[in-house]
Structure formats: structure tokens, C-alpha cells
């Protein structure tokens, strides 16, 4: 009698041993497959998109943006157009950057060489920008560029919020310093002019 009461009692112990070790390879796989999932490359935009193209691309997104935050559909489009070369510069096309924001302390960046304007004379230097998982995530960090500024300058670019048309708001970035380039407002509106963006806001 003992030794059967062993042996009812060492199959149940025998049973739970295979049913943890089968738990732990199930979820070891499960583990792996996800880990593989996270480390796929960022999803790639199409960049042989024509002028027409590119611009509907943004606007859906940059019209919701405008009822989020006030920044006008012109200068959203219009400082992606000018920043990125219509998509195809290599941080907008590889790293879906599309208005060369810097990356800061812990964000995850690429470093690329990049022109400045300094002393009055254009230099290249190498520079840290932002990786976004989308275009879309681009933009809304350049929304919220304007909404919160910097931390220095909370207030920074205000007056690119409240412009009333895109010739305030391409004045307001250049005062507030977003490029170094001392003709940037003005190219800015002639972007939004040649391709008649105002007529998004």
C-alpha cells in the first residue's frame, strides 16, 4: 500500500515538471518573437513622391495639427518642404525627420553632417537629429516645438502660434532663431507662395 501511495504521489510531481518546463519554453519563444518585432527597421516613407503628392501627403495631418495647436497648414508644409527637399533628404527619407530637430540628452538620434550659418559665413558641421517612427510623429514634435519651446524659452515661438497668416509666422521663426540662416523667413514664404500653401489655412 505505502509504495503505491508513492507513486500516485511522485506522477502528479512528475506531471507539474513537464508542464513548467513546456510554460517556460512557450514563453522563452514568445520572448524572442518580441524582441525580434522591436528591432524591426523604421517603417520606410515613399520618396519618390511627386511636388503634388508630398504636399497631400502632409496635409490631413497638418490640417489636424492647425485645430490642435493653431500652427498654420502653410508653415507645417512649407518648413517641410524647405527642411527635407520634399521628403528626399536623407534625415527625412531614412530617419522620417522632417525639419532637422535636434535630439537632446537620452532621445534616440543619428549624426549627420549639416550647414550652419556662423560669422557671417556657411560651415559644416556634425550635428544630432531626432529618429521618429513616422512622418506624422515628425510633425507633431514640430508642433510641439512651438506649443512648449525650449527650456531656456518656454515662450519662444509664441508669435508662430498666434500669427494671423503665414507672413507673420515666417517672420516670428526667424526672430525666435529656428534656423541660422538670416534668409529663412523669406524663403519660407516663397515656398508657401510658389505652391500656394496658404490656401490651407
Known amino acids: 500500500m505505502r509504495k503505491k501511495k508513492n507513486k500516485a504521489i511522485r506522477f502528479p510531481s512528475i506531471l507539474a515538471g513537464l508542464l513548467l518546463i513546456i510554460f517556460a ?19 520606410q516613407e515613399n520618396t519618390d513622391l511627386t511636388k503634388d503628392e508630398f504636399i497631400e501627403r502632409l496635409l ?20 517641410a518642404i524647405l527642411e527635407s527637399n520634399w521628403g528626399k533628404s ?38 544630432d537629429f531626432r529618429v521618429y517612427d513616422s512622418w506624422e510623429a515628425s510633425m507633431d514634435d514640430h508642433a510641439m516645438l512651438f506649443v512648449n519651446g525650449v527650456d531656456w524659452s518656454p515662450e519662444k515661438y509664441q508669435k508662430v502660434l498666434t500669427a494671423t497668416n503665414y507672413k507673420e509666422a515666417a517672420e516670428a521663426l526667424q526672430e525666435a532663431g529656428y534656423a541660422t540662416d538670416p534668409t529663412y523667413a523669406q524663403k519660407v514664404k516663397s515656398v508657401i507662395e510658389t505652391y500656394q500653401l496658404d490656401q490651407y489655412d
Not at 60 to 79: M, N
Not at 100 to 111: P, V
Open 60 to 79: 490631413p495631418h497638418a490640417k489636424e495639427i492647425q485645430e490642435g495647436y493653431g500652427v498654420l497648414p502653410s508653415i507645417t508644409i512649407g518648413q
Open 90 to 127: 536623407q534625415l527625412s527619407s531614412d530617419y522620417n525627420n522632417l525639419y532637422g530637430i535636434k535630439a537632446y540628452g537620452n532621445q534616440e538620434k543619428i549624426t549627420l553632417n549639416t550647414q550652419e550659418y556662423v560669422n557671417e559665413q556657411w560651415i559644416t558641421i556634425d550635428g
Open 25 to 43: 519554453f512557450v514563453f522563452s519563444l514568445r520572448s524572442l518573437s518580441t524582441s525580434a518585432w522591436t528591432e524591426e527597421p523604421l517603417a
